[in-house]
């Protein structure tokens, strides 16, 4: 199993450009959940889906939207990047809300 | 507003220390504390976890010990080794709310040789 994989590891943006962020995982998980890391902020939750076709905002939503048409992936997308968007980006999964496995980060930065 | 205040920011212990890192939380309806290691350059991992329905959970090296009354739970790293040194989460949830995570600020651990 490959766990949990996310595409681009790194990526630098221009100001009012656009990306999605790429995450898939093998292992059958009905949910997921995108993180972004700041400097000492901890984790904070962007949106999250408990399964195909449903999702929901988390803590820190705007300037983010995401989309889950299969089961594998959960794909991030940014509109009009803004420097306020660089950080790390994590997604990950789990079975129902046990153990989260994470994935190993997008590094984005926004200039 | 952080819903769980984890400290310190950083700790530097010697090899063979004890490493205490404590969290504390508002929200009594959490009921699923877990701490999360991360290495530079790599995602969080799951290290250990408890429930409130024990005081003390011990895996290995590691312990979580945890005061429901004062609500705050804290990670012991005893015999510390260099291998140890990362960053380290706690995190809370209650049940009902998707497994959605909210994390400390996050600890800083380096072991000295």
């Known amino acids: 199993n490959a766990g949990v994989t996310q595409t681009p590891k790194f990526r630098i943006l221009k100001i009012g450009q656009s990306m999605t962020l790429q995450c898939a995982q093998d292992?059958?998980?009905?949910?997921m959940y995108w993180y972004r890391q700041d400097p000492g902020m901890g984790l904070k939750l962007i949106y999250y889906?408990?399964?195909?076709?449903?999702?929901d905002k988390g803590e820190v939503p705007n300037g983010y939207n995401v989309s889950r048409s299969t089961t594998e992936d959960f794909p991030l997308r940014l509109e009009l990047a803004a420097p306020s968007q660089t950080s790390v980006y994590f997604c990950?999964?789990?079975?129902?809300?046990?153990?989260?496995?994470f994935g190993p980060g997008t590094r984005l930065t926004v200039l | 507003q952080q819903q769980v205040k984890q400290s310190p920011q950083s700790l530097i212990v010697q090899k063979g220390g004890i490493s205490i890192i404590n969290c504390a939380y508002e929200?009594?309806?959490?009921?699923?504390f877990p701490w999360y290691q991360q290495f530079p350059g790599k995602g969080p991992a799951l290290l250990i976890a408890?429930?409130?329905?024990?005081s003390e959970k011990k895996e290995g090296r590691f312990t979580i010990s945890f005061n429901k009354s004062a609500k705050q739970f804290s990670l012991h790293i005893m015999d510390s080794q260099p291998g140890d040194s990362a960053t380290y989460f706690c995190?809370?949830?209650?049940?009902?709310?998707?497994?959605?995570?909210?994390f400390g600020a996050g600890t800083q651990v380096v072991v000295t040789p």
């Open positions: 990950a999964s789990s079975y129902q809300d046990n153990e989260q496995f």
């Open positions: 292992m059958n998980h009905n949910y």
């Open positions: 889906s408990v399964g195909a076709g449903i999702t």
């Open positions: 929200n009594t309806a959490f009921d699923y």
């Open positions: 408890i429930r409130p329905d024990v």
């Open positions: 995190a809370a949830s209650e049940t009902l709310s998707w497994g959605k995570l909210q």
